[in-house]
Protein backbone atom coordinates (compact mmCIF):
# COMPACT_ATOMS: atom_id res chain seq x y z
CA UNK A 1 0.00 0.00 0.00
CA UNK A 2 2.44 2.02 1.00
CA UNK A 3 4.30 1.93 -3.07
CA UNK A 4 0.99 2.97 -4.69
CA UNK A 5 0.27 5.91 -1.83
CA UNK A 6 3.97 7.17 -2.73
CA UNK A 7 2.75 7.17 -6.88
CA UNK A 8 0.18 8.76 -5.97
CA UNK A 9 1.95 11.55 -3.96
CA UNK A 10 5.00 12.17 -5.93
CA UNK A 11 2.45 12.38 -8.88
CA UNK A 12 0.49 14.73 -6.92
CA UNK A 13 4.03 16.90 -6.19
CA UNK A 14 4.56 16.50 -9.85
CA UNK A 15 1.45 17.95 -11.05
CA UNK A 16 1.38 20.85 -8.46
CA UNK A 17 4.59 22.15 -9.57
CA UNK A 18 3.38 21.87 -13.00
CA UNK A 19 0.61 23.93 -12.29
CA UNK A 20 2.30 26.42 -10.04
CA UNK A 21 5.52 26.50 -13.56
CA UNK A 22 3.02 27.31 -15.93
CA UNK A 23 1.69 30.23 -14.37
CA UNK A 24 4.86 31.31 -13.13
CA UNK A 25 6.18 31.24 -16.47
CA UNK A 26 3.21 33.32 -17.81
CA UNK A 27 4.09 35.92 -15.32
CA UNK A 28 7.41 36.02 -15.93
CA UNK A 29 6.53 36.60 -19.79
CA UNK A 30 3.73 39.11 -18.56
CA UNK A 31 6.58 41.31 -16.54
CA UNK A 32 9.25 41.25 -19.85
CA UNK A 33 11.73 38.59 -18.33
CA UNK A 34 13.94 37.04 -20.47
CA UNK A 35 13.74 33.55 -21.60
CA UNK A 36 17.17 32.01 -19.95
CA UNK A 37 16.10 33.80 -16.53
CA UNK A 38 12.90 32.30 -16.86
CA UNK A 39 14.28 28.62 -17.60
CA UNK A 40 17.25 30.00 -13.99
CA UNK A 41 14.45 31.46 -12.02
CA UNK A 42 10.91 30.80 -12.21
CA UNK A 43 11.34 27.42 -13.99
CA UNK A 44 14.08 26.49 -11.64
CA UNK A 45 12.33 27.66 -8.46
CA UNK A 46 9.33 25.62 -9.73
CA UNK A 47 10.65 22.91 -10.68
CA UNK A 48 12.74 23.01 -7.36
CA UNK A 49 9.26 23.13 -5.27
CA UNK A 50 8.40 19.10 -5.06
CA UNK A 51 12.61 19.05 -3.28
CA UNK A 52 11.62 22.09 -0.97
CA UNK A 53 8.02 20.41 -0.44
CA UNK A 54 9.67 16.93 0.59
CA UNK A 55 12.37 18.18 2.37
CA UNK A 56 10.18 20.62 4.78
CA UNK A 57 7.79 17.83 5.64
CA UNK A 58 10.73 15.20 6.24
CA UNK A 59 11.88 17.76 8.45
CA UNK A 60 8.66 18.33 10.37
CA UNK A 61 8.66 14.25 10.83
CA UNK A 62 12.01 14.67 12.54
CA UNK A 63 14.03 13.06 9.57
CA UNK A 64 16.42 15.66 9.24
CA UNK A 65 18.77 13.00 7.14
CA UNK A 66 15.91 12.06 4.11
CA UNK A 67 15.77 16.18 3.82
CA UNK A 68 19.60 16.25 3.43
CA UNK A 69 19.30 12.96 0.91
CA UNK A 70 16.72 14.23 -1.10
CA UNK A 71 18.21 17.84 -1.84
CA UNK A 72 21.62 15.55 -2.53
CA UNK A 73 19.83 12.94 -4.77
CA UNK A 74 18.14 15.33 -6.54
CA UNK A 75 21.65 17.31 -7.30
CA UNK A 76 23.17 14.34 -9.04
CA UNK A 77 19.60 13.31 -11.30
CA UNK A 78 19.55 16.85 -12.73
CA UNK A 79 23.15 16.39 -13.69
CA UNK A 80 23.87 12.55 -14.14
CA UNK A 81 19.95 12.40 -15.95
CA UNK A 82 18.04 15.19 -17.16
CA UNK A 83 21.14 16.84 -18.75
CA UNK A 84 22.60 13.61 -19.73
CA UNK A 85 19.02 13.43 -21.55
CA UNK A 86 19.22 16.65 -23.01
CA UNK A 87 22.74 16.00 -24.72
CA UNK A 88 21.38 12.29 -26.13
CA UNK A 89 17.88 13.46 -27.56
CA UNK A 90 19.08 17.07 -29.25
CA UNK A 91 20.27 17.51 -32.32
CA UNK A 92 22.96 20.33 -32.55
CA UNK A 93 22.86 22.18 -28.94
CA UNK A 94 24.74 25.50 -29.44
CA UNK A 95 23.63 27.48 -26.66
CA UNK A 96 23.37 31.52 -26.56
CA UNK A 97 24.88 32.11 -23.76
CA UNK A 98 28.23 31.27 -22.80
CA UNK A 99 27.11 29.01 -19.18
CA UNK A 100 30.79 28.33 -18.33
CA UNK A 101 31.52 32.07 -17.82
CA UNK A 102 28.66 33.10 -16.17
CA UNK A 103 26.98 30.66 -14.38
CA UNK A 104 28.40 27.28 -13.58
CA UNK A 105 30.74 28.86 -10.58
CA UNK A 106 26.94 29.55 -8.83
CA UNK A 107 26.88 25.65 -9.07
CA UNK A 108 30.06 25.03 -7.53
CA UNK A 109 29.89 27.73 -4.84
CA UNK A 110 26.80 26.29 -3.11
CA UNK A 111 27.95 22.79 -2.66
CA UNK A 112 31.65 23.94 -1.42
CA UNK A 113 30.05 25.74 1.31
CA UNK A 114 27.45 23.07 2.02
CA UNK A 115 30.66 20.52 2.60
CA UNK A 116 32.16 23.58 4.78
CA UNK A 117 28.82 23.84 7.21
CA UNK A 118 28.58 20.27 7.32
CA UNK A 119 32.07 19.38 8.75
CA UNK A 120 30.59 20.52 12.33
CA UNK A 121 28.02 17.81 11.70
CA UNK A 122 25.06 20.19 11.48
CA UNK A 123 23.36 23.13 9.33
CA UNK A 124 22.17 25.56 12.16
CA UNK A 125 20.09 28.73 11.40
CA UNK A 126 23.05 30.49 10.24
CA UNK A 127 23.92 28.70 7.94
CA UNK A 128 20.45 28.50 6.46
CA UNK A 129 20.44 31.80 6.04
CA UNK A 130 23.97 32.08 4.55
CA UNK A 131 22.36 29.87 2.08
CA UNK A 132 19.59 31.59 1.07
CA UNK A 133 21.63 35.10 0.94
CA UNK A 134 23.30 33.28 -1.46
CA UNK A 135 20.32 32.53 -3.57
CA UNK A 136 19.39 35.98 -2.97
CA UNK A 137 22.70 36.65 -4.76
CA UNK A 138 22.01 34.55 -7.62
CA UNK A 139 18.44 35.93 -8.31
CA UNK A 140 20.21 39.33 -8.41
CA UNK A 141 22.85 38.43 -10.78
CA UNK A 142 20.74 36.95 -13.46
CA UNK A 143 18.51 40.15 -12.93
CA UNK A 144 21.67 42.55 -13.74
CA UNK A 145 22.86 40.31 -16.95
CA UNK A 146 19.58 40.32 -18.30
CA UNK A 147 19.35 41.16 -21.79
CA UNK A 148 16.91 43.84 -22.72
CA UNK A 149 14.11 42.77 -25.14
CA UNK A 150 12.94 45.05 -27.71
CA UNK A 151 9.13 46.37 -27.55
CA UNK A 152 8.40 44.10 -30.54
CA UNK A 153 9.86 40.66 -29.07
CA UNK A 154 7.81 41.93 -25.78
CA UNK A 155 4.65 42.11 -27.62
CA UNK A 156 5.08 38.86 -30.19
CA UNK A 157 5.97 37.05 -26.51
CA UNK A 158 2.77 38.57 -25.02
CA UNK A 159 0.60 37.54 -27.82
CA UNK A 160 1.73 33.33 -27.79
CA UNK A 161 0.95 33.75 -24.06
CA UNK A 162 -2.45 34.55 -23.14
CA UNK A 163 -2.69 35.55 -18.99
CA UNK A 164 -4.97 36.08 -17.05
CA UNK A 165 -5.12 37.26 -12.92
CA UNK A 166 -8.16 35.24 -11.70
CA UNK A 167 -7.09 31.89 -13.73
CA UNK A 168 -3.59 32.51 -12.51
CA UNK A 169 -4.71 32.86 -8.72
CA UNK A 170 -6.54 29.96 -8.81
CA UNK A 171 -4.21 27.54 -10.47
CA UNK A 172 -1.01 28.65 -8.01
CA UNK A 173 -3.62 28.07 -4.77
CA UNK A 174 -4.75 24.47 -6.89
CA UNK A 175 -1.01 23.90 -7.21
CA UNK A 176 0.24 25.17 -3.54
CA UNK A 177 -2.73 22.21 -2.10
CA UNK A 178 -1.31 19.53 -4.57
CA UNK A 179 2.63 20.15 -3.75
CA UNK A 180 2.12 20.42 0.77
CA UNK A 181 0.02 17.56 0.70
CA UNK A 182 1.90 15.17 -2.13
CA UNK A 183 5.17 16.48 -0.36
CA UNK A 184 3.73 15.02 3.47
CA UNK A 185 2.48 11.49 1.78
CA UNK A 186 5.14 10.86 0.11
CA UNK A 187 7.59 11.32 2.98
CA UNK A 188 5.42 9.15 4.82
CA UNK A 189 4.96 6.04 2.78
CA UNK A 190 8.54 6.40 1.82
CA UNK A 191 8.66 5.81 5.39
CA UNK A 192 7.15 2.77 5.46
CA UNK A 193 8.96 2.03 2.57
CA UNK A 194 11.86 1.78 4.16
CA UNK A 195 11.23 0.33 7.40
CA UNK A 196 9.40 -2.61 5.27
CA UNK A 197 12.46 -3.55 3.82
CA UNK A 198 14.56 -2.77 6.47
CA UNK A 199 16.29 0.15 4.16
CA UNK A 200 17.73 3.69 5.78
CA UNK A 201 15.50 6.66 5.64
CA UNK A 202 18.86 8.26 3.91
CA UNK A 203 19.01 5.45 1.01
CA UNK A 204 14.69 5.68 0.13
CA UNK A 205 15.24 9.30 0.08
CA UNK A 206 18.16 9.84 -2.05
CA UNK A 207 16.90 7.08 -4.45
CA UNK A 208 13.00 7.03 -4.98
CA UNK A 209 12.39 10.18 -3.24
CA UNK A 210 15.15 12.16 -5.48
CA UNK A 211 14.60 10.79 -8.79
CA UNK A 212 10.84 11.38 -7.82
CA UNK A 213 11.06 15.17 -7.38
CA UNK A 214 13.24 15.34 -10.34
CA UNK A 215 10.64 14.45 -12.49
CA UNK A 216 10.03 17.68 -12.98
CA UNK A 217 13.36 19.03 -14.36
CA UNK A 218 13.39 16.55 -16.55
CA UNK A 219 10.32 16.51 -18.29
CA UNK A 220 10.87 20.43 -18.36
CA UNK A 221 14.03 20.42 -19.77
CA UNK A 222 13.36 17.52 -21.90
CA UNK A 223 10.56 19.48 -23.42
CA UNK A 224 12.38 22.64 -23.75
CA UNK A 225 15.21 21.13 -25.44
CA UNK A 226 13.14 19.55 -28.00
CA UNK A 227 11.44 22.58 -28.82
CA UNK A 228 14.90 24.51 -29.57
CA UNK A 229 15.12 26.18 -26.41
CA UNK A 230 18.50 24.33 -24.96
CA UNK A 231 19.19 27.91 -22.83
CA UNK A 232 15.91 27.62 -20.74
CA UNK A 233 16.59 24.06 -20.45
CA UNK A 234 20.65 24.31 -19.31
CA UNK A 235 19.51 27.02 -17.21
CA UNK A 236 16.79 25.21 -15.53
CA UNK A 237 19.17 22.32 -14.25
CA UNK A 238 21.80 24.58 -12.97
CA UNK A 239 19.24 27.14 -11.37
CA UNK A 240 17.52 24.14 -9.81
CA UNK A 241 20.83 22.72 -8.55
CA UNK A 242 21.28 25.61 -6.85
CA UNK A 243 17.84 25.68 -5.44
CA UNK A 244 18.47 22.58 -3.87
CA UNK A 245 21.23 23.66 -1.56
CA UNK A 246 20.10 26.97 -0.71
CA UNK A 247 16.28 26.96 -0.38
CA UNK A 248 15.80 22.57 0.13
CA UNK A 249 18.11 22.96 2.82
CA UNK A 250 18.28 26.45 4.24
CA UNK A 251 14.08 26.51 4.21
CA UNK A 252 14.06 23.16 5.84
CA UNK A 253 17.05 24.04 8.71
CA UNK A 254 14.70 27.46 9.66
CA UNK A 255 11.28 25.63 9.80
CA UNK A 256 12.66 22.81 12.31
CA UNK A 257 11.51 22.82 15.67
CA UNK A 258 14.80 21.22 17.02
CA UNK A 259 17.65 23.46 18.48
CA UNK A 260 20.10 21.72 15.84
CA UNK A 261 17.81 22.05 12.71
CA UNK A 262 19.95 19.63 10.94
CA UNK A 263 22.59 17.02 12.09
CA UNK A 264 24.50 15.22 9.95
CA UNK A 265 27.39 13.30 9.79
CA UNK A 266 30.01 13.47 6.55
CA UNK A 267 30.68 10.20 7.22
CA UNK A 268 27.29 8.76 6.33
CA UNK A 269 26.97 11.14 3.77
CA UNK A 270 30.64 11.07 2.06
CA UNK A 271 29.88 9.33 -1.02
CA UNK A 272 26.42 11.13 -1.74
CA UNK A 273 28.27 14.08 -1.33
CA UNK A 274 31.27 12.96 -2.90
CA UNK A 275 29.26 12.04 -6.36
CA UNK A 276 27.50 15.49 -6.30
CA UNK A 277 30.82 16.78 -6.20
CA UNK A 278 32.06 15.25 -9.10
CA UNK A 279 29.09 15.69 -10.93
CA UNK A 280 29.25 19.34 -10.28
CA UNK A 281 33.16 19.62 -11.74
CA UNK A 282 31.48 17.30 -14.98
CA UNK A 283 29.19 20.08 -15.57
CA UNK A 284 31.97 22.65 -15.07
CA UNK A 285 33.90 21.38 -17.37
CA UNK A 286 31.81 20.50 -20.21
CA UNK A 287 30.44 24.04 -19.92
CA UNK A 288 34.07 25.15 -20.37
CA UNK A 289 34.68 22.74 -23.41
CA UNK A 290 31.28 23.00 -24.84
CA UNK A 291 30.76 19.45 -24.84
CA UNK A 292 27.21 19.32 -25.89
CA UNK A 293 27.25 15.95 -27.01
CA UNK A 294 25.87 12.42 -26.83
CA UNK A 295 29.40 11.57 -25.28
CA UNK A 296 29.02 13.56 -22.99
CA UNK A 297 25.60 12.71 -21.87
CA UNK A 298 26.33 9.25 -21.70
CA UNK A 299 29.94 10.05 -19.36
CA UNK A 300 27.24 11.17 -17.36
CA UNK A 301 24.95 8.03 -16.99
CA UNK A 302 27.98 6.22 -16.47
CA UNK A 303 28.67 7.97 -13.61
CA UNK A 304 24.92 7.48 -12.14
CA UNK A 305 25.60 3.88 -13.04
CA UNK A 306 28.20 4.45 -10.27
CA UNK A 307 26.40 5.87 -8.26
CA UNK A 308 23.14 3.32 -8.06
CA UNK A 309 25.85 0.72 -8.02
CA UNK A 310 27.46 2.01 -4.65
CA UNK A 311 24.25 2.99 -2.65
CA UNK A 312 22.88 -0.46 -3.87
CA UNK A 313 26.41 -1.95 -2.34
CA UNK A 314 25.69 0.14 0.80
CA UNK A 315 22.80 -1.51 1.56
CA UNK A 316 24.92 -4.88 1.95
CA UNK A 317 27.55 -3.54 3.80
Aim: proline share 3%; net charge negative; glycine share 6%.
Amino acid sequence: MDFVIFILAIGALIAGADFIINQSERIAIRFNIPEFIIGATVIALGTSLPEIAASMAATFNDKPEMAIANAIGSNIFNITLVLAFIFIITKNINPNRNFFAKDTTWALVPVMLFILMAIDGEINRIDALLLLVLMFAYILFLLNDAPILGNEDIEEIKKENSFNWIKSIFMFMVGFIFVVGGAHFTVESASGIATDFGISDRVIAIILISFGTSLPELVVSVVASLKGKVDMAIGNIIGSNLANITLVIGISALVSKNPMPIDLTLRTTAFDVATMTVATIMLIYITANKLYSKPAGISLLILLAIFLQGTYHSLSI
